[in-house]
């Protein structure tokens, strides 16, 4: 019959040699193996104390960003739910107030800004969606919890530290990454 | 007079007392320390750190190990038989801790002027009390799967008992050739013999590692686990235990080891000897030199319980029938000509090396 790779291979049927038969030859053999592993460097990374680097393109949880005033980017035009494949995203729009200027960029903002993370694929549409800049994924990832409520990301879990306010947190938050 | 005798006995049953609360003490805490060494000697083998979240290096995790056991639920089965089912761990246990009984554990003590050996019982038939008391071992096993009303379990059991059986034989017969070297069944005598002359290791080779191959078996470790072969009997014949019943099995392995350890060091690589060392020139060291003793046996079983893990995370098991055929066809026959021929080199040396 014609082999269908040209990898297969006929099982090796033949009796056991003498030496294959006392077995010991081939156990010490085996046993030389596992002790130069014994010694060899271990693979583990000992997670809470030392963490992979993530690659720079890594996609985690969403941040939504703002300028260099402190003020929020996001405008609620709705191009990042729309162009969610999970539709994990939802938000409701506001219009600033007067004496406002300080917290929104510009006149309409999101009052309400929802990202399930349950629902989220983490595959970066919203990201390249936005016109604003204002949502981008960070190199974390969403940490567990007890309760499916728990992982509907709101505003105040989303929204960056201002650069104002809180400028160490922020640079931690905006990473390698080039700010604005 | 009466009274005299009286208080004598006193003393001796307190010696004896504490030397049994000790050494079941010790072969307890390293039957104990056998598990974190036997997780950490596989994680290293396969490139991996082991447990060392409890306590410095994870040396806690045995005690968490057995608290968890405690806490689990206790599950008796309805159709099994209650009796038995309780025996089954006990006989595992008991056994495994009585083999201890006759092992010299070193020289001497000089306790307040009062010699003390580290031996609970030198029995002059040591090695036939030893042999006895492990083939019992087995019968934790067949009770165990017996009373759980379990077909893998009953299947197990009588996998075990056939391979245990199979292997004392080999075992008891590479025994025979160095018993015929030795004269002696005294387990005392035989560490003496090996303190003065060489190691009988040198004269048996063949000897001890069938004796080794035997262990294995006897204790039921890789490569001759079937009686607990996961992937075909879903766990063997302690199936249907759970908590501390299942620990108990668990730890009588452990403890089994540890003897069988303590035993192949006693009968071939000189006991409590210290190698290239003259113990008898240096008897002004007192106590010092029974602990030192103790320390090099202890590092001689050490060895040894490591080959064990070594040996385990190395080899699958055998199928059962290359398992009996190894017992029957390969080792049986084996020790039969290591005996015949020790036996003749016993008569040639009686005769002044003459034929």
Redesign the interface.
């Known amino acids: 019959m014609q082999a269908l790779t040209n990898r297969a291979k006929a099982v090796d049927r033949k009796p056991l040699s003498l030496v294959e038969k006392l077995?010991v030859v081939n156990?010490a053999k085996?046993?030389m193996?596992?002790?130069g592993?014994?010694f060899?460097?271990?693979?583990?990374i000992?997670y809470p104390e030392e963490k992979r680097p993530f690659s720079p393109v890594f996609r985690g949880l969403h941040i939504l960003n703002r300028d260099e005033e402190g003020r929020e980017r996001c405008t609620a035009c709705g191009l990042c739910a729309l162009a969610c494949p999970a539709e994990a995203i939802t938000m409701e729009a506001a219009e600033r107030l007067p004496g406002e200027e300080n917290l929104y960029r510009e006149e309409k903002y999101a009052a309400k800004y929802e990202i399930n993370m349950l629902r989220c694929i983490f595959c970066g549409l919203c990201e390249e969606a936005c016109p604003k800049d204002a949502v981008y994924l960070s190199e974390t990832f969403a940490p567990s919890n007890y309760q499916r409520k728990g992982f509907i990301y709101g505003k105040q879990d989303l929204l960056i530290p201002s650069p104002k306010e809180n400028p160490g947190e922020y640079q931690k938050a905006i990473g390698n990454r080039k700010a604005n | 007079m009466h009274s005299a005798l009286l208080a004598i006995d006193l003393f001796l049953v307190i010696e004896k007392l504490v030397l049994i609360i000790a050494i079941v003490s010790i072969s307890l805490v390293i039957a104990m320390y056998e598990t974190y060494a036997e997780r950490k000697v596989a994680a290293f083998i396969q490139d991996r750190k082991g447990p060392n979240r409890a306590g410095p290096f994870g040396i806690l995790q045995p005690l968490a190990d057995g608290l968890k056991l405690f806490m689990k639920e206790e599950i008796i089965p309805n159709t099994s038989n209650r009796l038995l089912f309780i025996l089954g761990p006990c006989l595992a246990m008991m056994a495994a801790m009585m083999t201890s009984a006759v092992i010299p554990w070193g020289g001497t003590l000089n306790v307040f002027g009062r010699p003390v050996t580290l031996q609970i019982a030198d029995i002059n038939i040591g090695i036939l009390y030893v042999f006895g008391v492990v083939s019992m071992g087995v019968y934790g096993i067949m009770i165990g799967g017996w009373a759980s009303n379990n077909k893998f379990s009953l299947m197990a059991a009588l996998r075990g008992a056939s391979q245990v059986i199979s292997y004392e034989l080999p075992m008891g017969l590479s025994l025979i050739a160095l018993l015929m070297l030795t004269g002696s069944l005294k387990m005392s005598e035989i560490v003496a013999q090996q303190m003065d002359g060489w190691w009988n290791i040198i004269y048996q080779p063949l000897g001890f590692f069938i004796f080794l191959v035997c262990a294995f078996a006897e204790c039921n470790r890789t490569p001759f686990d079937l009686p607990e072969a996961e992937n075909e009997l879903n766990f063997g014949y302690h199936q249907e235990y759970s908590s501390m019943k299942l620990g108990f099995y668990l730890f009588a392995e452990y403890i089994n080891m540890f003897i069988s350890s303590v035993v192949m060091a006693t009968l071939f690589f000189g006991g409590y000897d210290v190698p290239f060392f003259n113990d008898a020139a240096h008897a002004d060291w007192g106590n010092w030199l029974v602990a030192l003793q103790g320390a090099v046996l202890l590092i001689k079983v050490c060895f040894f319980i490591f080959l064990f893990m070594w040996v385990r995370w190395t080899i699958p098991r055998f199928r059962y029938d290359q398992l009996m055929n190894l017992g029957w066809k390969g080792l049986i026959p084996l020790s039969l000509f290591n005996m015949v021929v020790t036996a003749a080199f016993v008569l040639w040396k009686s005769n002044g090396y003459k034929f």
């Not at chain 1, 060899?40 to 583990?44: E, G, N, Q, S, V």
């Open positions: 077995y156990i085996g046993m193996i596992t002790l592993h014994f060899k460097k271990k693979a583990t000992s």
